[in-house]
């Protein structure tokens, strides 16, 4: 049975942040009872294999929900088919003062600007050793706020070594709107300058360890179809294994005179969701066959889902459309996803 649509009316009482928090809460407890194993059997396989990784289903769940790396369990329970952790910078930090999260009911959205708040990369590694691993896991990396932007790559050059043994694949975050000119490395000789830093880097692991992590590259849905072309090349030129399409946008026009739209910050759910799919399929278009795409944004059923996997995506996350929709969603997504292959 699902209780969500029961839980949500009381959860939608509470602010944000303390709902989120309730209902990981929530989450952790219930993955010590059958209902947990009732619902991870429950969604259907669909086994892929992408980035040289086997995922049981081709639904994840997009960074931003656990930032700590503290409820791998809970979350473990919905039937992902992989996880994403973070964003988690060097240092822990704050984040943004609160209000920072506002719900947009009526557009199904949200606006947050969290600012990646974080307890850091070392007790997240903690939190990750103590966990169970089901399935692929994910981890999402960024810069400290007060780390210039000229010395961002030191950031995720850190970032990447510490978790390298942990990590079955890193997302480097340079497309949040909440972390001041995080997004002037998206484009030119500083996008490429990034790239090659991460390059080097990962082959020093790589060395070192035996082992290649996956690095993927989180964009923004704000990027002008111009950009692409150049985007591309920098991606396949420096060994990128993956790029996500889309981050939030900070956009306005589909929510423009709703109750809270012109809060400052990145704008998710199904307002980004046509945005998104256009640029996972200007990206198909030019980059190799063999490259992947993982897609997000807007994704609330499984026709939403299905789009982005009609585009050129291979796999698919959520978010925002959990908060609305509950674990069915991952559900009803993994079925539309496992009918479409067969």
Not at 83 to 99: D, H, K, M, S
Not at 147 to 166: H, M, N, S
Not at 199 to 219: F, N, Q, T, W
Not at 319 to 326: D, E, M, N, P, Q
Request: charged letters at 20%; hydrophobic letters at 45%.
């Amino acid at each position: 049975m699902d209780l969500y649509p029961f839980l949500r009316p009381l959860l939608f009482r509470l602010d944000p942040e303390t709902a989120h928090r309730v209902t990981l809460t929530l989450l952790d407890l219930a993955a010590r009872t059958p209902w947990c194993g009732m619902q991870r059997r429950g969604v259907p396989a669909d086994p892929t294999t992408v980035m040289g990784l086997d995922f049981p289903n081709r639904v994840g769940l997009a960074a931003g929900l656990d930032k700590n790396a503290a409820h791998i369990a809970g979350l473990s329970c919905l039937g992902f088919g992989f996880l994403e952790v973070g964003t988690l910078t060097p240092r822990a930090q704050p984040g943004n003062p609160a209000p920072r999260l506002f719900r947009l009911t009526d557009a199904e959205a949200l606006i947050n600007r969290m600012g990646f708040n974080n307890d850091g990369i070392e007790s997240a590694l903690a939190n990750i050793a103590a966990a169970p691993r089901t399935v692929p896991l994910g981890i999402n990396l960024g810069k400290n706020f007060d780390t210039p932007i000229e010395a961002a790559l030191d950031d995720y050059r850190a970032g990447l070594a510490a978790v390298y043994d942990q990590a079955d694949y890193v997302t480097i975050n340079i497309s949040s709107p909440n972390t001041a000119n995080l997004r002037n490395l998206q484009g030119g000789e500083a996008f490429t300058a990034l790239l090659a830093g991460l390059a080097e880097e990962r082959e020093r692991l790589r060395d070192e360890s035996g082992r290649h992590v996956p690095l993927a590259i989180k964009i923004a849905p704000d990027i002008e179809d111009e950009e692409f072309p150049a985007l591309v090349d920098a991606l396949v030129a420096h060994g990128i294994d993956a790029v996500i399409a889309t981050n939030t946008t900070i956009g306005r026009p589909l929510v423009s005179g709703l109750p809270q739209a012109d809060e400052a910050g990145g704008l998710s759910g199904r307002p980004v969701r046509g945005r998104s799919t256009e640029v996972i399929a200007a990206l198909r278009e030019r980059l190799p066959d063999d490259f992947p795409i993982i897609g997000v944004g807007g994704i609330d059923s499984g026709e939403a889902a299905l789009e982005k996997i009609r585009a050129g995506a291979d796999l698919v996350q959520v978010y925002t459309g959990l908060i609305y929709r509950g674990p069915q969603l991952v559900r009803d997504v993994a079925r539309s996803l496992a009918d479409s292959a067969d």
